[in-house]
């Protein structure tokens, strides 16, 4: 049961959008619950507990092996650690309260305590059991409203009124289904917590739409291998082709907005002068904004007050995962306007790959990030 738990978990979260999933993760909890109403010992408790939620999370974050094992496994540490919390709190609600209690308090116990466990630097956005449902958006409009941790809350929720509906439905005496006792509460809130969402998102999408005038977007991916060595060769070959195909599809039409993702960029374009100037030439032939993802770096002059790990690390350049937009009319000169403090700079930091928490008031910690391509780390 445990297994099969865990199963139903990794394989809810949208990695592939040709098998859409999430809606196994509706379940995911039922069949560990089964297995954890008949426990009480807290050592057989938590094993259970840690080989669903292990199973599962190491197939939600099995991609990451394709950048580093070690960072699979930090990542695999962390969801782990994350998700296993709120199931402990339940086994301590359940001892010293009822197994009621437990049950019905587990969904703002687990949204409470997934929001809290986001707002620290160990912050790891795949750890969000609302994203399972991440491409069901004839379901989930009313996140405009809650955010994710509201799509949490409806699916933890969701599990407990099923559990309870085929506990109750189908217990050891009565294995039959019951016809006559099918208007009750417990069949009731189940159909209650599907129609609710199930009617905002018709509001959303029948509501008239006011006239709007729409726009093309090109996003252009070029697939380049996460092993990829960033040598000067490998840079001019990814950056060519990156410009290439952007170049090829806007001949097709021209588009109100090009956007790239995030590495597309394999250079520091506010000092490296040539591919500032060609990028800058491209733009303005292919008259289009360009949104890009792109490393950007801020030099410190000498006596210039510095971060507390740079000047533990005896540097003088801090790198940010930025984000900018370039105009077409703003590109003055051939060259692109870099500017830091009109971009966007990446707020929530991969830990321990992009940046080691705490190494900023500790910076010996810094020697623990974990080394995953060849690209500048920020910290």
Known sequence: MCVMSGLLLGLSVPSFSWLPLGFLAWAWLIPLLFELKKTENFIQFGGRVLLAVSIGFSMITLWVVNASVIGLLASMLFGIFVWTIPLLWFYLVRRFLSWNIALWSLPLAWTVWEWLYHQTEFSFGAVRLGYTQADMLWLIQYADITGVEG?????VLVNIALFVFIERQFNAQNSKFRLAAFLNFNVLLPVFLFALPLVYAAFVFLKPQPPVKEITILAVQPNVSPFVNYSPKQSVEIFGKQLALTDKAVKTGSPDLILWHEVAVPYTLSENAAANNYLAKQITKWDAPLLTGLIEVKNYADGEPRPRLLEAQNRRQ???????????????????????????????????????????????????????GVRPRLS
Do not use: C
């Not at 799509?151 to 699916?155: A, E, H, I, Y």
């Not at 306007?337 to 810094?366: C, G, Q, T, W």
């Open 151 to 155: 799509v949490t809350f409806w699916l």
């Open 318 to 372: 801090e790198f940010f995962n930025a984000a900018a937009l370039f105009q077409p009319t703003d590109i003055s000169g051939e060259r692109l306007p870099i500017n830091l403090s009109e971009m966007y700079f990446k707020r929530r930091l991969m830990p321990f790959v992009e940046h080691v928490p705490f190494s900023d008031s500790f910076p010996s910690l810094a020697d623990l990030i974990i080394p995953i």
